[in-house]
């Protein structure tokens, strides 16, 4: 199991506990689905997700408070949560997880570098965050982007055994 890649592990982890998942990206631009998507079967939990790029798509279809997104911005621990939870609701899931962050190579500004990102996980018993910030060019931010959400998702779904 360990040369299968992130996102068939976490498929079999999600089928075999009954588990439906969502997502909410902004940066990632839908490639976390996209990566979802490619395991034949994924119907069987993946459900859906939404990219919302801008502010207001963050606050018209996930319900992230316009309050938080002025406040702490759309890449922040507070909104990656909000979406988290918006998409959850949104779908109707178990699990929802959401990407947003600076994926470069402008973007940045004091206290937020290009390659700032914040994923998050929202599940209706537990909710986390994780900040991380990479030094790669635009497209391997997000691919990194991707495999620390899988993983993120990863350790949880294992952490319910």
């Known amino acids: 199991m ?10 079999e982890l999600l089928r075999s506990r009954g588990l439906t998942l969502s997502l909410a990206e902004s940066c990632t ?9 490619n395991v034949a079967g994924s119907s069987d939990y993946f459900v859906g997700g939404a990219v919302t790029y801008s502010y207001d798509a963050k606050e018209w279809v996930l319900s992230v408070r316009h309050e938080t997104l002025y406040d702490y911005g759309a890449v922040s621990e507070q909104t990656a949560l909000e979406m988290a939870r918006g998409a959850r609701r949104l779908f109707h899931t178990d699990v929802a997880l959401s990407v947003t962050g600076i994926a470069g190579p402008g973007g940045g500004m004091p206290g937020k570098p290009v390659g700032l990102t914040y994923i998050a996980l929202s599940a209706r018993d537990y909710e986390t965050c994780r900040r991380f910030v990479w030094d ?6 997000k691919s990194l982007s991707v495999e620390a959400a ?3 998702l990863a350790d949880y779904l294992r952490g319910l055994e």
Do not use: I, M, Q
């Open 29 to 37: 631009g839908g490639l976390l689905g996209h990566r979802l998507t």
């Open 136 to 141: 790669r060019d635009r497209e391997e931010n």
């Open 150 to 152: 899988l993983g993120l």
């Open 2 to 11: 360990a040369d299968k890649p992130l996102e068939g592990l976490v498929g």
